[in-house]
């Protein structure tokens, strides 16, 4: 029997397009910011289909550096996955 995923709480990032989904993944990438691309969760609606997922504790400094940066995101929010 397969073991369950413990969930846990996230910050999740949604995107109005895929083009925004990827313009963050890179960003964050060249910059060393936490978190990673996944399919949105069900429990969530979003343009795209993709998200960005963070720790929670790293919100503020990814609002942050997002808006600085004028990356296009369509919500910011806290559930489990």
Same mark, same amino acid.
């Given at each position: 029997?397969? &073991?369950?995923?413990?969930?846990? /709480?996230? +910050?999740i990032? =949604?995107?109005? =397009? =895929?083009?925004? $989904?990827?313009?963050? %993944?890179?960003? @964050?990438h060249?910059?060393? #910011? *936490?978190?990673? +691309?996944?399919?949105? *969760?069900?429990? !969530?609606?979003?343009? @795209?289909? +993709? $998200?960005? @997922? $963070? $720790?929670? &504790?790293? /919100?503020e400094a #990814? %609002?942050?550096? #997002?808006?600085?940066?004028? !990356?296009?995101?369509?919500?910011?929010? %806290? @559930?489990?996955?």
């Amino acid at each position: 029997m397969k &073991e369950m995923r413990k969930q846990e /709480r996230k +910050l999740i990032i =949604t995107f109005d =397009t =895929t083009a925004d $989904a990827m313009a963050m %993944e890179q960003f @964050c990438h060249e910059r060393g #910011l *936490p978190g990673r +691309l996944i399919p949105v *969760p069900r429990d !969530i609606s979003a343009g @795209c289909g +993709l $998200a960005w @997922c $963070a $720790a929670v &504790e790293f /919100r503020e400094a #990814l %609002e942050k550096q #997002l808006h600085n940066a004028g !990356i296009r995101v369509s919500a910011m929010q %806290e @559930c489990m996955v």
